[in-house]
């Protein structure tokens, strides 16, 4: 195949680029408070040896790509006992995240940047056997050089935003350069499929799989954050807002408000989906005439809100509540990954606007594990009627829990396939 134009200039775009790239992507995690050895894997350093034997490696983009493979990575663990893991990502706050829930037998790298020398460094070191990449993280380099090397290779959750799609329908010859190199394309569902064909993706080897982010393993929790948390609560009902983008902190507290006339000591534990935001929306709550707590200040849930304005303990806050609102969902956002919660045992109530997750709030809402609202006083009225009907609350559970033991198939399935098509398993495997 001929190496289109396009192509030949952004590698040679990227020799020019590298020195300031380098320094900025370096500087940038540093600032992260990511070390120096650390940060040099963007220019292809390892800090960790390669493991022996075969090495299968996973690249995502950020936070929500790299948390939705872990699940799939301890799967694949599973039914390939001998082998290692790899994931690489190219933010601070992800490498945080993953690192603190590696499956057995996995290590985080920073992605190194799309230029000949940083990625000749990282594949002479790494070697994978297989590269997976997720969703949309395509960087145009690191699978050509990767592919060049014999390595068997798959894009898996892929999903491309319509300008994107509408921008590798007037390159085909690019796009056909690029997702050649795949043995096997599974995109999020039936319409992606469709889609990847209309751009040049090789049609034989593209087929529909499912959200791995609807698959995310469980949420880590401390337990001795949550015996804190439930003895300064006193038995006091509880809900909570999770994942919530601004404008929708007004729906919420606003909803919480109306539910303390009737409900006077209900809990709202609040959790933005940017925890930055943390000052704003602390602000947001005393606007209302609420009191609050934070836990950035190392306050327990003892006021009528308690702001949890940190990364990376969701799954110790949902389980002090059976009912989970999640936000990105009264604005078209997209809506955030249900699967999470019910995995922890509690029911979504969500906006509308759930986009990015549509087939998997269909399913869960036709077995009445989730529930949409319109606005804050549906929100307002789903939430109190949950926290009064002892029955509907515990059938919404239930079926919560169905729902997430019932993905376990599914994500064998998929386990499966990418083991045959990328030619994983050995004699000794088998």
């Keep these: 195949m001929a190496v289109p134009f396009l192509y030949r200039a952004w590698v040679a775009?990227?020799?020019v680029i590298l020195?300031?790239?380098g320094r900025r992507s370096m500087a940038k995690l540093r600032r992260a408070e990511v070390t120096p050895e650390r940060a040099r894997e963007k220019l292809g350093h390892a800090s960790q040896p390669r493991p022996e034997g075969q090495l299968i490696w996973f690249h995502a983009a950020s936070v929500g790509e790299s948390l939705s493979v872990l699940a799939l990575i301890d799967r694949m663990g599973h039914a390939l006992p001998q082998a290692h893991f790899l994931i690489t990502s190219g933010t601070a706050t992800s490498a945080r995240l993953v690192g603190s829930r590696l499956p057995p037998?996995?290590?985080?790298?920073?992605?190194p940047l799309d230029a000949p020398g940083p990625l000749k460094r990282?594949?002479?070191?790494?070697?994978?056997d297989a590269a997976l990449f997720v969703e949309s993280e395509l960087w145009p380099q690191m699978l050509r050089r990767t592919h060049a090397r014999g390595t068997?290779?798959?894009l898996i959750n892929a999903r491309l935003s319509q300008r994107s799609i509408e921008s590798w329908q007037k390159r085909p010859a690019l796009a056909g350069f690029l997702f050649g190199v795949f043995d096997l394309i599974l995109t999020q569902n039936d319409a992606m499929a469709r889609a990847m064909r209309t751009i040049n993706a090789p049609a034989d080897r593209v087929t529909p799989g499912i959200n791995l982010k609807s698959m995310a393993g469980p949420l880590p929790q401390d337990e001795g954050t949550i015996a804190e948390a439930r003895e300064a609560l006193q038995g006091r009902p509880v809900w909570i807002a999770s994942s919530t983008h601004p404008g929708?902190?007004?729906?919420?507290?606003?909803?919480?408000?109306?539910?303390?006339e009737r409900i006077p000591e209900l809990c709202l534990i609040l959790a933005p989906r940017h925890p930055e935001r943390g000052d704003e929306v602390a602000g947001l709550i005393a606007s209302y005439g609420l009191t609050h707590g934070r836990r950035t200040r190392g306050d327990m849930p003892r006021e009528e809100v308690y702001l949890a304005d940190t990364l990376g303990e969701l799954g110790t806050w949902y389980a002090l509540s059976d009912i989970v609102f999640l936000g990105g969902s009264l604005h078209p956002i997209g809506g955030h990954n249900p699967y999470e919660v019910a995995q922890a045992g509690a029911m979504v109530l969500s906006g509308t606007h759930v986009a990015n997750f549509a087939e998997t709030y269909a399913e869960m809402e036709a077995e009445g594990a989730a529930r949409l609202v319109?606005?804050?006083?549906?929100?307002?009225e789903r939430v109190g009627d949950l926290l009064r009907n002892d029955i509907a609350r515990a059938s919404g559970l239930a079926a919560a829990k169905s729902y997430?033991?019932?993905?376990?198939?599914?994500?064998?399935?998929?386990?499966?396939?990418?083991?045959?098509?990328?030619?994983?398993?050995?004699?000794s495997d088998a």
């Design 13 to 15: 775009a990227s020799r």
């Design 122 to 128: 990282f594949l002479d070191h790494w070697r994978p």
């Design 404 to 427: 997430a033991s019932g993905q376990t198939d599914k994500l064998d399935s998929i386990t499966e396939r990418l083991i045959t098509a990328l030619r994983l398993r050995g004699d």
């Design 374 to 380: 319109a606005g804050t006083q549906d929100l307002a």
């Design 248 to 260: 929708e902190e007004k729906a919420v507290l606003e909803a919480h408000r109306q539910l303390l």
């Design 105 to 111: 037998r996995t290590g985080h790298q920073f992605a």
């Design 19 to 21: 020195p300031v790239a």
């Design 152 to 154: 068997a290779m798959a």
